[in-house]
């Protein structure tokens, strides 16, 4: 699931779940649900709040993901919560400042994953589900997104 028109400005997005039943993935690997934001223009840089499994744990983490200009790519893992569902995927900027925040299961509030400084100017979004490995599947059901941002038009 993706956005086609750009988002600018302040805004909050967030991703509410009904579901979300992450494959078991193979050794080394994680099967992750990821909300993701990347700057409009720009395919070389992209921010994820994402709930991760791996073969021994849950967790909400924050990913920056870079295409350096040889081709290769650098990932960038921050934050650590360690979670076994999560209700809801959120990103907020303000200015140049980015939160990534999840909503374990059981709780009223989201919590901080992660901050960082980065770009302005507009966005678009991604929604995005890995399974860790060929022939594994998961199961996500989607609740609602919700936009909320100085500049969306919906056209």
């Given at each position: 699931v993706g956005s086609r028109l750009p988002i600018d400005g302040d805004f909050d997005v967030t991703l509410t779940l009904d579901e979300a039943d992450l494959a078991m993935p193979s050794d080394g690997?994680?099967?992750t649900l990821m909300w993701?934001?990347?700057q409009q223009g720009n395919d070389r840089t992209r921010f994820a709040s994402m709930f991760?499994?791996?073969p021994t744990e849950y967790k909400a983490v924050a990913q920056q993901h870079k295409t350096?200009?040889?081709g290769s790519h650098a990932y960038t893992w921050h934050g650590d919560l360690e979670v076994k569902k999560i209700l809801a995927r959120r990103i907020a900027r303000r200015g140049n400042v980015y939160?990534?925040?999840a909503r374990p299961?059981?709780?009223e509030r989201d919590e901080v994953i992660h901050q960082?400084?980065?770009f302005e100017g507009p966005i678009l979004l991604h929604c995005l589900l890995h399974t860790g490995a060929t022939g594994k599947k998961s199961r996500v059901l989607l609740k609602s997104i919700e936009v909320h941002a100085e500049v969306y038009d919906r056209r």
């Amino acid at each position: 699931v993706g956005s086609r028109l750009p988002i600018d400005g302040d805004f909050d997005v967030t991703l509410t779940l009904d579901e979300a039943d992450l494959a078991m993935p193979s050794d080394g690997r994680h099967s992750t649900l990821m909300w993701q934001i990347q700057q409009q223009g720009n395919d070389r840089t992209r921010f994820a709040s994402m709930f991760r499994r791996t073969p021994t744990e849950y967790k909400a983490v924050a990913q920056q993901h870079k295409t350096l200009p040889d081709g290769s790519h650098a990932y960038t893992w921050h934050g650590d919560l360690e979670v076994k569902k999560i209700l809801a995927r959120r990103i907020a900027r303000r200015g140049n400042v980015y939160t990534m925040l999840a909503r374990p299961e059981g709780s009223e509030r989201d919590e901080v994953i992660h901050q960082t400084k980065h770009f302005e100017g507009p966005i678009l979004l991604h929604c995005l589900l890995h399974t860790g490995a060929t022939g594994k599947k998961s199961r996500v059901l989607l609740k609602s997104i919700e936009v909320h941002a100085e500049v969306y038009d919906r056209r």
